[in-house]
């Protein structure tokens, strides 16, 4: 299976294929997605087939393409900012940071490093 590379992608000639054989257009669409979705980790390869199912469903449930399109939206915006999403998770972070920063005494100073200064390759002489 070849491998994908997103500079390779060729909207116009999707678009055409869409246009004029909607059903190759959606088979390669399903190829790309699952040849995606396999060459991710292991561990990851779950969640991206649920997520995939869940964007097809939406795709299904939407009456035009715009409206799936806005649907997905929906998603990928209730994930960045919804309840557990993206931005929660972040503040969540800076907020554990800012309420327990770490605090050196004089006593429990992180030890210094001695500095080795390596020569300038670009000025020596072999």
């Known amino acids: 299976m070849e491998s994908f590379r997103a500079e ?19 088979m390669r669409r399903r190829m790309l997605i699952e040849q995606l979705i396999q060459s991710a980790p292991d561990a990851r390869r779950a969640r991206l087939k649920g997520l995939q199912f869940r964007l097809d469903l939406e795709r299904r449930r939407a009456r035009t393409p715009l409206a799936a399109c806005l649907r997905i939206s929906d998603m990928m915006w209730q994930a960045l900012l919804g309840p557990g999403g993206l931005q929660a998770s972040m503040n969540q972070l800076i907020n554990a940071s800012s309420e327990s920063p770490r605090k050196f005494t004089a006593e429990a100073q992180p030890p210094l490093a001695r500095v080795i200064p390596f020569p300038d390759r670009m000025h020596t002489t072999s």
Request: glycine share 0%.
């Open 8 to 26: 390779d992608f060729d909207f116009d000639a999707w678009s055409r294929l869409a246009t004029q054989d909607p059903e190759v257009f959606e």
